[in-house]
């Protein structure tokens, strides 16, 4: 079965954050490809979406996995669709984000 893989508008805006930060170190190339990476790593949900720590104590439904060491990947599954509710870099603190809704 394949999954429908959504960003939630937060997801989206996580992605800023970590670009800035790499384009100032490095490049905004270099920036752009890691990005690409997280979004492709997202997108791979699609055909195995129950990965990842089931983190049902902060909201139902939830799973987080990492990408790099740097960054946590929060999603939900509801049918056929995983809907990416965050992408917290360096250590950004998921759970109280995620628990504030």
Known sequence: MT???????????HLT???VL????????IAANYIDAIIH????????????TSRDDIL????????RRRVSIAFQIRGEVVTILGVYYAGRDFEHDLEDG
């Open 3 to 13: 999954h429908e893989v959504l960003f939630a508008p937060r997801a989206n805006a």
């Open 17 to 19: 954050e970590p670009f």
């Open 22 to 29: 790499i384009a100032r170190a490095a490049s905004p190339e």
């Open 41 to 52: 790593q997202c997108e791979s949900l699609r055909t195995f979406p129950m990965r990842g």
């Open 60 to 67: 139902p439904g939830l799973r987080v996995f990492g990408f």
